[in-house]
């Protein structure tokens, strides 16, 4: 560990709860974990909340590494990390700090608390393998504003998984192009087939990189709306959609408002997608053209046989068996906005309660948690995943690998309203789904630009 070219990382609490694997994303460079990270993780793995799973893998991947036969000696000094499937650049070595053993010298941090300690075990480390680089790594912002302010002269954000470094980078499932589409071609080969017309496009034409599967494509200037069939290096094909004809379609009553919700909704309608990402700001109708689109498959077009509508539900473990009634009774309080979207849909019927109750039947619309999902396997049905912005890749995972043959999945989420104190935008799941999924052909994300709720929900968005 006094190799001057190997970097030394010191790994906050937060750190191992947002990735528990993290010590194996150094690659060469050597992994420092305090001891008070380590009391940290034993304090949380016995909470009834969702980060007690990821403290109990981080626990187990480090006594993995660090039982055994291994000494205390080696503990200290760095015991190096074993290959690992996925993981084969990472060959630098572990090792747990005691920190409690340290007297720190005048100008550290009080020890008050944990943070402050594991910020002074990285300021003695700074001294001790000066002039090697020690770096301290934590998500916690203000953690890196006092470490900095403390004199640690490396304070780094934990960035391995992330996918994207801003939030503005996220694909947002179309591209628009300035002026008049046809403008800028010379030649296109069309062919029909079947009900749908598709261009054959030269891809050089179209000056722009990184168009996937099913993204969709508009202009300034004309009536063209057109998804991607297939990308090539030579020649892209699109199916030509008409900013009209999405206009004027309909699902269970409801028109789109804008050309955003006519792509999102021949997403919707589209039994060939089998995953459907709706992403936007607050009432820009992600739930309300979801919840239409699965009435409108199910009772008008028969194509699924149910609806199941389930979402992240913020201490859901401690506080559901307090409630009273079945598992649907339970899950209410936090399902209001289905309800609402189901009264909206039905609010011009002569018996608009009566009209929900034969439709939630007719339909079979379940309420369900996502924390009993695990293990299930879900046919022929819709799956409607509301808030999904507040779930973890590893649970957004979950939720997909549960859909069967003949089961859409739709996820609506806004990432601008994210709860969990171990999320931000660019490490939600919601974001990773976006990301990973745009070359799947059985997958289409849209970005729901413009709020259609009300002009005052349309100015708080604009101006809070």
């Known amino acids: 560990m006094d190799t001057d070219s190997k970097k030394l990382f010191v790994l906050d609490t937060n750190v191992l709860l947002h990735e528990p694997l993290a010590i194996y994303s150094f690659q060469e460079h050597d992994v420092m974990v305090p001891m008070t990270v380590l009391e940290e993780l034993d304090n949380i793995k016995d909470r009834k909340s969702d980060v007690s799973r990821d403290a109990r893998v981080a626990i187990r991947a480090l006594e993995s590494i660090l039982g055994g036969s291994v000494t205390p ?3 200290i000094s760095g015991v190096p990390l074993p290959l690992r499937e996925g993981h084969e ?16 010298t005048i100008g550290d941090l009080p020890g008050d608390n944990n943070d402050n300690r594991i910020i002074n075990t990285a300021l003695h480390l700074q001294r001790q393998f000066q002039p090697r680089q020690v770096i301290l790594v934590t998500k916690d912002i203000n953690m890196r504003l006092k470490a900095k302010g403390a004199g640690m002269e490396r304070v780094e954000d934990y960035r391995t998984d992330q996918l994207i470094d801003d939030i503005r980078f996220l694909s947002k499932g179309f591209h628009q192009f300035d002026g008049g589409f046809w403008q800028r071609l ?7 087939h079947g009900r749908y017309t ?18 969709y494509l508009i202009d300034e200037d004309s009536d063209f709306c ?4 297939s990308p090539g290096p030579e020649n892209l094909i699109v199916r030509d959609l008409g900013r009209n004809r999405l206009l004027n379609q309909e699902a269970w009553g ?24 709706l992403t936007g700001p607050a009432g820009c109708g992600k739930t309300l053209l979801a919840m239409a689109a699965a009435l409108e498959m199910v009772v008008e077009r028969n194509k699924y046989e149910k609806v199941i509508v389930t979402r992240n539900t913020p201490e859901l473990a401690e506080s559901i068996g307090f409630l009273p009634g079945t598992e649907e009774e339970k899950m209410m309080p936090w399902l209001a906005a289905i309800t609402d979207t189901l009264e909206v849909l039905h609010k011009n019927d002569v018996n608009p309660n009566g ?4 439709i939630m039947e007719k339909a079979n ?9 695990r293990g299930r396997s879900i046919q022929n049905s819709i799956v409607l995943l509301d808030e999904c912005q507040n779930l973890t890749a590893s649970q957004i995972k979950t939720m997909i690998t549960r859909m069967g043959e003949g089961t859409k999945l739709i996820c609506c989420g806004n990432l601008s309203q994210i709860d969990s104190n171990y999320l931000t935008a660019v490490t939600s799941g919601l974001t990773y789904m976006v990301e990973r999924f745009k070359n799947f052909d059985g997958s289409a994300n849209i970005y729901l630009n413009g709020v259609v709720r009300s002009r005052l929900a349309e100015y708080a968005e604009e101006h809070l």
């Not at 650049?89 to 720190?104: C, E």
């Not at 030269?202 to 993204?215: C, D, H, I, K, V």
Request: net charge negative; charged share 20%; proline share 5%.
């Open 254 to 277: 409801i028109k789109p408002k804008n050309i955003y919700q006519g792509m999102a909704l021949n997403a919707l309608l589209d039994p060939d997608i089998d995953l459907v990402i």
């Open 355 to 358: 009209s929900m109750s034969y």
């Open 365 to 373: 619309i379940q309420f369900k948690s996502i924390n009993f999902m």
């Open 186 to 192: 010379d030649k296109v080969s069309t062919e029909r």
């Open 89 to 104: 650049d990472a060959v630098g070595t572990l090792a747990i700090f005691p920190d409690h053993k340290i007297a720190y």
């Open 198 to 215: 598709e261009h054959s496009i030269p891809t050089s034409a179209l000056a722009t990189e990184g168009l996937y599967t099913n993204q």
């Open 73 to 75: 000696e080696d503990i």
């Open 226 to 229: 057109g998804r991607v069939v």
